[in-house]
């Protein structure tokens, strides 16, 4: 019985929710490894649309237990406001859902220092969306975080929030950008959402490995993208976690050793939010014209996102770093109306190839795209289910990108709903889908 790690290859919002869901019906844990209630998965089920900002999107499967990991940052309220939302649209959360006690907590403290950060004059944006996420990565780093374990524990938090709390404060002063609050009346408040979250904490290592010891298929889910990675992103335009396939194991307690396949999620085109460089972006009118056919805005900001081509050379890097089993092309149909599709092929920096990822953004915000043109299809793919179905310049897109990455096409989603999903034949997609 094998475990399978789902994760991004761009920047995100590749539509990992869907194919987290489709899988999901054949694996008994789900588990997210990474980042905060700064991702967020959008899950079309019939009439309705769910979104998740940090329960995995697992727990819309009846009976599938799902994994809040100790890799996570995790804002209480953020989190208690998923529950109650999933709790009144009929989704079974209590019983099912497991917070992991070493997961680290975010405080207002850690959005007020991220909103000041972010506002300072002449320093670099990196377009965060404020919530706290980067500050409280960093007081993990700097072994200052308070984790849920300690959030839980009446005889330590007050004492723990009450130093945090005071260096928090004099930081602040020194550097000019105190805001009062108060400590007391938050304390409150956390010992509040404490008491309210316990049930749900456990060790999730002990949890997960308890899980495979009885047989259980894992299903890792990844937040943000391999081009985020804080290791392997386009640094420092990216999140404050590892979102490849070394994070889903280190965030989750689960050995690499235990996780057989690793699917890959990639756009039939390109976008990223936030600042950074962003080689085949589309600006002006051509950008606009695809954000609104790809309805790129995003699920937690609401957030337009910047929009461009397929870039090969960024999906053979996030192949190299995660060593993908199959590759799964979502929002095909977004490119139906097109005469013709762009695709990049390759990178030239001040006029020579470039063969490898470049390590400083500045010289990856001077990269030249090289690109090949390819046919469009000019009618609707939205719905296909069969691979024999589509046109054939869409077969032959897909073909393209094959043989470019050489890495199967496993997967083409062509809507938002579940079942609007090629499953290719005799691919390792189709033996995942089919368990």
Known sequence: MS???VLGLQWGDEGKGKIVDLLAERFDVIVRSQGGHNAGHTVKVGERTFVLSLIPSGILRRGKQAVIGNGLVIDPAALLREIETLEGLGVAVHGNLFVSNRAHVIFPYHRAMERVTEATPGKRKIGTTSRGIGPCYEDKMNRRGIRVAELIEPAVFPERFRAVAAE???????LDIYE????????AEYRDYADRLRPFVCDNTAFLNRALKNGKRLLLEGAQATMLDIDFGTYPYLTSSNATAGGLSTGSGVSPRLIDDIVGITKAYATRVGEGPFVTELNGAAGDALRKAGREFGTVTGRPRRCGWFDIPILRYAHAINHLSTLVVTKLDVLDGLETIPVCTGYRYRGEPLDEMPALCEVYG???PVY????GWRCSTAGVTDFGELPQAAKDYAAFLED???????GISTGPERDQTI???????????AG
């Open 180 to 187: 009062p609050w108060d400590v007391e009346a938050c304390l």
């Open 423 to 433: 499953v290719r034949t005799n691919s390792v997609f189709e033996k995942l889908v």
């Open 372 to 375: 090949e043109e390819r046919p």
């Open 366 to 368: 001077e990269v030249e």
């Open 404 to 410: 470019n990455l050489e890495l199967e096409i496993g």
């Open 3 to 5: 475990n399978l790690a």
């Open 168 to 174: 928090k404060n004099a930081v602040a002063k020194a």
